[in-house]
Every structure is written in structure tokens, then in C-alpha cells.
């Protein structure tokens, strides 16, 4: 469906500078990255958004390095750049089985992690994997710099703590002790919105995050701690079904996704061991 | 904006937010890529921008601005793909063809199956079963 585009204002940005500028002093504008969101929901009406800025071609927010022990990724980082890279594969191996299940060829190659953060939807398939390697975001405005652990920066349903002059930098990733495993349930391998995804980590301290259970990706720390307790992974099912809140929708239903979860939980400890 | 379409340098005035496809099509008169779900999931307008297979319906052509745009047409009719689509019934009703080779050249020489079921799994065709799709670029 094609959009009227004559409403519609986008301001170029040439530097992380003047894009910062530009949110500051003719702000609020809506960052077009790699757009896979954006113009899905322009043209399907299920947007407001008439001003954007666009950031595609800042290379400031391109980039993926390991130093001192951390993973840095630039925010304009996407799927395909993951996929195909050494360094995230040896760091952070369930981000890239998260990049191969977005979307097909096509949107990893324009999709962005920023984008997908930015977006925040409950079932973006990156935040999971972002949630168990406690990830930092780092956003950057006018004013400075402000790292938000990925765990606090969702408020609500798509509500972020990102202010409108502020843009995602990057995101930084410590070490993860453990075995890392990520898997989605949707209706088929390509071009699904998952109906369950979970990302873990299996180490001393088992760490869990599921999207489409609940009004953001979370966490589920008391089923974490069942675990790190020496609990069975009954208990721990016990426990997860008590801690999320799936909801029925047109994708699928809260029975299911809480019989999927279940099921997902007990199949990475079966996986792992 | 300035960009190079099919390996021409191109001037085209038009609005920064309108679709790539929709710049193709109507501004350029390149109506071989095809608009088939307008959002990103079906493939059908699959072009190659520097070289990289993408959707042109969701990519807004300010980020098109010096790259390097590919279209069905600029295989001119000639590339082994498009006569291994014709002669093994890789094409049918034909929507989903010109986005199908193109994402299908992206993977470059002498794909194996498996590559190509994953490089194509963004392209949806509704008449083959995408077994003659398969068989069209694995003996082109």
C-alpha cells in the first residue's frame, strides 16, 4: 500500500552531530535506520509519525569490536553484519541464531539492533538474547553520554527510558560465563513474529529471558534462582508459570505460549546439561 | 538525488520519503519490480542495493542515495538465472520471478540447496512449490 508521502518530513543527517542537534533543536523526530519497522507501520496507518531524521548513513554507529572484555556493537550494526561475523560468533553465538530466525535474507540485510531495541516490541527476537547477556545501551545526546542496562530500559508495552533528543550509540555486552542458547516458536522458520521466544545462559548462575510472554521481554529472576538453587526443573516450571503473563492475540494464545515456555525452559536444561 | 540505477549514473528529483519501489516504477518507468505485500514480507520487490539483495517497499529512497541499484532489468534479459526460469518452469504467473533471481544472484556462483532454500526463504511464490524455482537455479 503505497503512502501519501507529501505530510511526511525527513531531515538528512550527515554526522552523529547534527543528528544530535537536530533531535535537540527540531526534535521529536523518529530515526530511520533500516527502516523494516518504520515503513511497515507508516504505510499500514498504524503510525502518527510524520517527522523522521534520517541516520542510515551515519557511520559513527556502524562498528563491531571486542576489547577489555566487552562486545561493542555499533547501533546501525544489522542481522546480516552479525551473522557474518567471527567476533560476535565467538562472543555472543545466540545473537546470531537470533539474527539468522529475523525476518528473510532481505530485511537482515536493512534491519538494525538499534532499531530493533528502539522499537521495542515484546517479541523482537534480539532482546532476548540482549536480556541474558546483561547488555548495556549506550545513548548519546547533546547532554552527554547514559548507559542503560537493556534490563531497565523498558517501562511498559514499546516504552523505553530513551528520551527524544537522545539516540542509541551502541550497545556493549560483557563476557558471558556459560553455555548460550536461543530458540524461537513461530508459525514457520522465515518472516515470523515469534508466538514464544527464549534466549538462556547455562552457567553457575542460570540466566532466562523470554519475549511474547508479557508486555515487554523480561527476565524471569525467580525462575533463575529456583534454578541456581538446585531446584528441578518441575519446581522451575512451576515457578516460570507463575512469573509471565502471556496474553491471547492474534498470533496465538496465553494457554499455548505458557505451555510453549514450559516447554522451552525444560528443553534448553535437557540441551545443556 | 543522484544514484546508479542498472549501472547508469541517475538523476532522479522525487520525495525522500517515497518507496524505492515506487521511485523504480514511476519515476524510472522499471515496472519489472514487482509490488507484491507492501510490507516487507512476500519479496516480490526484491532489488540489489550495492550488491545486497533488499525490499524495495521499505526502503525509502533517501537511502538509496549513492548506492548502487540493481533491477530485474538490468540483467538485460541475458543472465543464465532468467533463461533457467523459463526453461524449468521456474516462473509461472511470474510476480514473485524478477525478485526471486535477484535475491537468487545475491548468493552468488554455484549455490548448494540449502543455501539456497535460506537465501531465498524471503521470497514467497504461490504457484510453483519452489521445488522448479530450485531445480531453475541449481542448472542454470
Request: proline share 5%.
Given at each position: 500500500?503505497?503512502?501519501?508521502?507529501?505530510?511526511?518530513?525527513?531531515?538528512?543527517?550527515?554526522?552523529?552531530?547534527?543528528?544530535?542537534?537536530?533531535?535537540?533543536?527540531?526534535?521529536?523526530?523518529?530515526?530511520?535506520?533500516?527502516?523494516?519497522?518504520?515503513?511497515?507501520?507508516?504505510?499500514?496507518?498504524?503510525?502518527?509519525?510524520?517527522?523522521?531524521?534520517?541516520?542510515?548513513?551515519?557511520?559513527?554507529?556502524?562498528?563491531?569490536?571486542?576489547?577489555?572484555?566487552?562486545?561493542?556493537?555499533?547501533?546501525?550494526?544489522?542481522?546480516?553484519?552479525?551473522?557474518?561475523?567471527?567476533?560476535?560468533?565467538?562472543?555472543?553465538?545466540?545473537?546470531?541464531?537470533?539474527?539468522?530466525?529475523?525476518?528473510?535474507?532481505?530485511?537482515?540485510?536493512?534491519?538494525?539492533?538499534?532499531?530493533?531495541?528502539?522499537?521495542?516490541?515484546?517479541?523482537?527476537?534480539?532482546?532476548?538474547?540482549?536480556?541474558?547477556?546483561?547488555?548495556?545501551?549506550?545513548?548519546?545526546?547533546?547532554?552527554?553520554?547514559?548507559?542503560?542496562?537493556?534490563?531497565?530500559?523498558?517501562?511498559?508495552?514499546?516504552?523505553?527510558?530513551?528520551?527524544?533528543?537522545?539516540?542509541?550509540?551502541?550497545?556493549?555486552?560483557?563476557?558471558?560465563?556459560?553455555?548460550?542458547?536461543?530458540?524461537?516458536?513461530?508459525?514457520?522458520?522465515?518472516?515470523?513474529?515469534?508466538?514464544?521466544?527464549?534466549?538462556?545462559?547455562?552457567?553457575?548462575?542460570?540466566?532466562?529471558?523470554?519475549?511474547?510472554?508479557?508486555?515487554?521481554?523480561?527476565?524471569?529472576?525467580?525462575?533463575?534462582?529456583?534454578?541456581?538453587?538446585?531446584?528441578?526443573?518441575?519446581?522451575?516450571?512451576?515457578?516460570?508459570?507463575?512469573?509471565?503473563?502471556?496474553?491471547?492475540?492474534?498470533?496465538?494464545?496465553?494457554?499455548?505460549?505458557?505451555?510453549?515456555?514450559?516447554?522451552?525452559?525444560?528443553?534448553?536444561?535437557?540441551?545443556?546439561? | 538525488?543522484?544514484?546508479?540505477?542498472?549501472?547508469?549514473?541517475?538523476?532522479?528529483?522525487?520525495?525522500?520519503?517515497?518507496?524505492?519501489?515506487?521511485?523504480?516504477?514511476?519515476?524510472?518507468?522499471?515496472?519489472?519490480?514487482?509490488?507484491?505485500?507492501?510490507?516487507?514480507?512476500?519479496?516480490?520487490?526484491?532489488?540489489?542495493?550495492?550488491?545486497?539483495?533488499?525490499?524495495?517497499?521499505?526502503?525509502?529512497?533517501?537511502?538509496?542515495?549513492?548506492?548502487?541499484?540493481?533491477?530485474?532489468?538490468?540483467?538485460?534479459?541475458?543472465?543464465?538465472?532468467?533463461?533457467a526460469f523459463?526453461e524449468f518452469s521456474g516462473?509461472?504467473?511470474?510476480?514473485?520471478?524478477?525478485?526471486?533471481?535477484?535475491?537468487?544472484?545475491?548468493?552468488?556462483?554455484?549455490?548448494?540447496l540449502?543455501?539456497?532454500?535460506?537465501?531465498?526463504?524471503?521470497?514467497?511464490?504461490?504457484?510453483t512449490?519452489y521445488e522448479a524455482i530450485y531445480r531453475a537455479i541449481q542448472n542454470a
Amino acid at each position: 500500500m503505497k503512502t501519501a508521502t507529501t505530510t511526511l518530513d525527513l531531515r538528512p543527517a550527515r554526522t552523529l552531530d547534527e543528528a544530535l542537534r537536530i533531535l535537540a533543536d527540531d526534535g521529536p523526530r523518529v530515526p530511520l535506520a533500516g527502516c523494516t519497522d518504520v515503513f511497515v507501520n507508516l504505510h499500514f496507518g498504524t503510525t502518527s509519525d510524520h517527522r523522521f531524521i534520517n541516520i542510515w548513513g551515519l557511520d559513527e554507529l556502524r562498528g563491531i569490536s571486542a576489547d577489555g572484555g566487552v562486545l561493542r556493537l555499533g547501533a546501525l550494526t544489522t542481522y546480516t553484519e552479525m551473522i557474518r561475523s567471527d567476533v560476535v560468533r565467538e562472543w555472543l553465538p545466540a545473537m546470531v541464531a537470533a539474527s539468522r530466525e529475523v525476518g528473510g535474507v532481505q530485511i537482515q540485510n536493512r534491519g538494525t539492533l538499534a532499531g530493533n531495541i528502539a522499537n521495542g516490541s515484546p517479541a523482537a527476537d534480539s532482546l532476548p538474547v540482549l536480556a541474558v547477556a546483561d547488555a548495556v545501551v549506550i545513548l548519546r545526546s547533546l547532554d552527554g553520554e547514559r548507559r542503560v542496562p537493556v534490563n531497565e530500559l523498558y517501562t511498559g508495552y514499546r516504552a523505553t527510558v530513551i528520551r527524544p533528543d537522545e539516540l542509541i550509540l551502541a550497545v556493549e555486552v560483557p563476557r558471558v560465563e556459560g553455555t548460550q542458547w536461543f530458540r524461537k516458536v513461530g508459525t514457520r522458520a522465515a518472516q515470523a513474529i515469534s508466538k514464544v521466544v527464549m534466549a538462556a545462559v547455562r552457567g553457575p548462575e542460570p540466566r532466562i529471558a523470554f519475549g511474547s510472554v508479557a508486555a515487554t521481554v523480561v527476565r524471569v529472576p525467580e525462575t533463575e534462582r529456583c534454578l541456581a538453587a538446585g531446584g528441578s526443573i518441575d519446581e522451575a516450571q512451576r515457578v516460570l508459570e507463575g512469573e509471565i503473563t502471556p496474553i491471547d492475540d492474534v498470533r496465538s494464545t496465553a494457554a499455548y505460549r505458557l505451555r510453549v515456555a514450559g516447554n522451552l525452559l525444560r528443553q534448553w536444561w535437557r540441551e545443556t546439561e | 538525488m543522484h544514484f546508479t540505477l542498472n549501472g547508469a549514473e541517475t538523476e532522479v528529483d522525487a520525495h525522500p520519503m517515497k518507496r524505492l519501489l515506487d521511485v523504480l516504477r514511476e519515476e524510472c518507468g522499471l515496472t519489472g519490480t514487482k509490488e507484491g505485500c507492501g510490507e516487507g514480507e512476500c519479496g516480490a520487490c526484491t532489488v540489489l542495493v550495492d550488491g545486497l539483495p533488499v525490499v524495495s517497499c521499505l526502503v525509502p529512497f533517501a537511502q538509496a542515495a549513492d548506492a548502487e541499484v540493481t533491477t530485474i532489468e538490468g540483467l538485460g534479459g541475458t543472465h543464465p538465472y532468467q533463461h533457467a526460469f523459463a526453461e524449468f518452469s521456474g516462473a509461472q504467473c511470474g510476480i514473485c520471478t524478477p525478485g526471486m533471481i535477484l535475491a537468487a544472484i545475491a548468493l552468488g556462483p554455484d549455490p548448494s540447496l540449502d543455501d539456497i532454500r535460506t537465501g531465498l526463504a524471503g521470497n514467497l511464490c504461490r504457484c510453483t512449490g519452489y521445488e522448479a524455482i530450485y531445480r531453475a537455479i541449481q542448472n542454470a
